[in-house]
């Protein structure tokens, strides 16, 4: 039984992925797929990469995802699936750069600056 393993960044959040032959369930952390994203935006987000080479009812995705929130988890599994599609079929390499699935999101939260309040945000001016 083939089984195609892959990691997924995005943010703070490491999607750890394990993409087996099936019917097209996905478990997350040991919950199902609905359960651990109820977003139903973020849903169609993590299938993106799955839905764009047809291979949605060829695959069960289990994963393992830590750190980071909801928003950035969902984009690390994308990410991780988008890889793990790549090992299992290197043909679909050009659908999935096509579609930005093989590219790592980069945009990270941006430090807080010294006599700053925020990143960018200043103290309010004061002319006299």
């Known amino acids: ?9 995005r943010k703070s959040s490491i999607a ?6 099936g019917d097209g369930r996905i478990t997350v952390n040991s919950r199902t797929f609905d359960e651990f994203f109820p977003r139903p935006r973020l849903r169609t ?3 993106m ?20 929130g909801v928003g950035g988890q969902a984009g690390a599994l994308k990410h991780g ?8 079929d290197d043909s679909l390499r ?10 790592r999101d980069s945009r ?5 600056k010294a006599g700053l309040k925020s990143a960018r945000k200043r103290p309010q001016f004061s002319k006299r």
């Not at 764009?52 to 289990?62: A, H, I, L, S, Y």
């Not at 699936?81 to 299992?88: C, F, G, K, Y």
């Not at 659908?95 to 699935?101: A, H, I, K, T």
């Open 1 to 9: 039984m083939a089984e195609y393993k892959a990691t997924g960044k």
């Open 16 to 21: 750890r992925v394990v993409l087996m032959p």
């Open 45 to 47: 987000e993590v299938r």
């Open 49 to 68: 990469p799955l839905v764009t080479t047809g291979t949605e009812k060829r695959f069960d995705v289990v994963a393992n995802i830590s750190g980071g």
């Open 81 to 88: 699936i988008a890889r793990a599609l790549l090992q299992a």
């Open 94 to 103: 050009k659908e999935l750069r096509v579609g930005g699935f093989l590219t």
């Open 108 to 112: 990270v939260k941006e430090r807080k």
